[in-house]
């Protein structure tokens, strides 16, 4: 009987102890998603930070990443930045870096989790620019030409960099100084770019080499291999689309035609 009762008890505190974590893990999420909300840096939730510029309905996601000197960091209306991006200007906190901004981050901007924006004379990405995770963009290099002092003590060198309107950044790609990158430009994952990159053009590589180009003349050179994605219908609405997101992916009104506007009239 010792047997039993021994095996009964110890049931018994598994099942407490499953139900403690379980509480604790739902407590711990919702916890968490507060914060995040809480810690969301808006133009009408600054927190600590005295962005330059902060637009209407561009929010930084919380954590933030390492941010200083954000006084000359101007970002435009209706950017996303990711969790953990890192944007900064200048060597150290609480210098004094002149009139003019130095990161410029247009509007309707994406910045990926992860990112890293690190200016020290101008960056300064247009709109619409959206990265991919892990993406870093600096316009500073250590300079190594003296052979006997350690690198890291060399005063570094400057080149601005530029990130044209609409273009899109690949996941991990490094962005060098000097890089100057044209409008909807891809640059994709892992590429390293410098120098300067036409307008619509796709680059890959380290060093990145453009890989496809589009001109009026050509169209798209070489032409693309994939096909193009099928556009929505006419006239769809925003309901429909979240419908689509949450519950099925077929566009409404195809093939029998009411599979998801029945569920956006069901949500109703
Ligand atoms: C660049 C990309 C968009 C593909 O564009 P694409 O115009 O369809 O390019 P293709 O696949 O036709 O490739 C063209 C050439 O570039 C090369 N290439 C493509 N992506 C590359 C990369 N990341 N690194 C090195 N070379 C690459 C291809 O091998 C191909 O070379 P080839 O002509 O010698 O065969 C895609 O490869 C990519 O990198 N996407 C980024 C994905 C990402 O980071 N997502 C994050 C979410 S935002």
Redesign the pocket.
């Known amino acids: 009987m010792p047997i039993v009762r021994t095996l009964l008890s110890n049931r018994f505190a598994t099942a407490t102890r499953d139900r403690a974590r379980r509480t604790a893990g739902r407590a711990l999420h919702r916890g968490w998603k507060w914060l995040q909300d809480a810690g969301a840096v808006t133009n009408r939730n600054p927190g600590p930070y005295r962005f330059g510029e902060l637009g209407d309905g561009t929010k930084l996601a919380f954590p933030l990443g390492t941010v200083f000197n954000e006084q000359w960091v101007t970002i435009g209306p209706f950017s996303i930045i990711g969790e953990r991006v890192t944007i900064s200007a200048g060597f150290l906190p609480g210098l004094d870096l002149g009139p003019e901004p130095i990161v410029r981050i247009g509007g309707g901007c ?1 910045i ?1 989790r992860g990112s890293h924006i690190v200016g020290h004379q101008s960056i300064v990405l247009g709109d619409d620019v ?4 892990d993406v870093y963009i600096t316009d500073q290099a250590h300079e190594y030409r003296d052979t006997e002092l350690p690198i890291g003590k060399q005063w570094p060198r400057n080149e601005p960099v530029e990130i044209g309107a609409g273009s ?6 490094v962005i060098l100084p000097g890089a100057r990158i044209g409008r909807n430009v ?6 390293v770019v410098s120098g300067e990159v036409p307008d619509h053009a ?5 060093p990145a080499r453009v ?2 180009r589009w001109d009026a003349a050509e169209g ?1 050179q ?1 032409p ?3 096909d193009a994605p099928r556009p929505l219908p006419d006239g769809v609405t925003a309901e429909q689309l979240r419908a689509l997101v949450g519950w099925d992916l077929r566009i409404p009104g195809e093939d029998d035609g009411s599979a998801a506007d029945e569920q956006v009239a069901g949500e109703r």
């Open positions: 994406v990926g959206w990265t991919g995770p899109w950044i690949g996941t991990g790609a891809v640059v994709a994952a892992n590429s796709v680059v890959a590589g380290a890989v496809r798209w070489p693309i291999r994939h």
